[in-house]
């Protein structure tokens, strides 16, 4: 997984979850994005004929969702630990 330097915006959060394929392929996960767009391709017939392809893409979209929560977990973390690397410099 990459490591985020600017925060995500909420655009992120609705690509995440209304497209979850080019929010992959927006991260640069190419094969994430591959294997997510698979998964769309089979929810959307499914969704038409039978009604149960809302589970195909609801666990893409939390998967999706799932991953930008990793990416803003890593830039708050990389956000403080740089504000405590700078109070531990001033100090010294």
Request: proline letters at 4%.
């Amino acid at each position: 997984m990459s490591t985020a330097t600017t925060k995500p915006s909420f655009g992120a959060y609705l690509l995440a979850f209304i497209f979850p394929p080019a929010y992959f392929f927006s991260r640069k996960r190419v094969g994430a994005g591959i294997f997510s767009l698979l998964l769309f391709f089979i929810s959307l017939p499914l969704l038409f004929l039978f009604g149960i392809g809302i589970i195909f893409w609801f666990a893409n979209a939390m998967w999706a969702m799932w991953s930008l929560r990793y990416e803003v977990m890593n830039y708050h973390i990389n956000t403080q630990a740089q504000a405590i690397a700078e109070k531990i410099k001033n100090n010294q």
